[in-house]
């Protein structure tokens, strides 16, 4: 439809707008902007053992990982590049901080490389940025994980 992005409405809520979401069934994910965790079977893929949780009445959650501030803005824009940026308005709602004053340097970097560009309310890809596209979204990561990744590349 014009002016639509394509995307079903669970996924323009899930993607676009950074809203949590509940997994329901076998290793499914479930994220709240404070943690992220896994249902029983994301390892194993043996349905058994999530029945067997659900029967007795226990919630099927093999993981959980806590998050702090930076990790589930890093989670959230994990997510938002599926399609193809970031929503602006939706990243302020949920952490409280504009994305430009979470990520100064990296979006600096962004639109001066070209990888990027300011559309209506979003930061998007542009055709350059879809060839890094794996690279972009690590510049998101939290500084912990950024940090581990530069140290991996040393050793």
Known sequence: MEGENGLSNYLNARVVDGIPYLGLGLGAQTFSLRSLSYNVGADSKELK????????GVLPIQDIHHLSKEA????????????????????RRNF???FQEAFSEEVKYVIENELMEFTLGDLQLTEKGEQYYNGIIALFYSGSVKKHLIELNHK
């Open 49 to 56: 053992s999530y029945v067997d949780k659900n029967q007795h």
């Open 72 to 91: 589930a803005m890093a989670k959230m824009i994990s997510v938002a590049f599926y399609s193809g940026g970031i929503n602006l308005e939706s990243f």
């Open 96 to 98: 409280g901080i504009t």
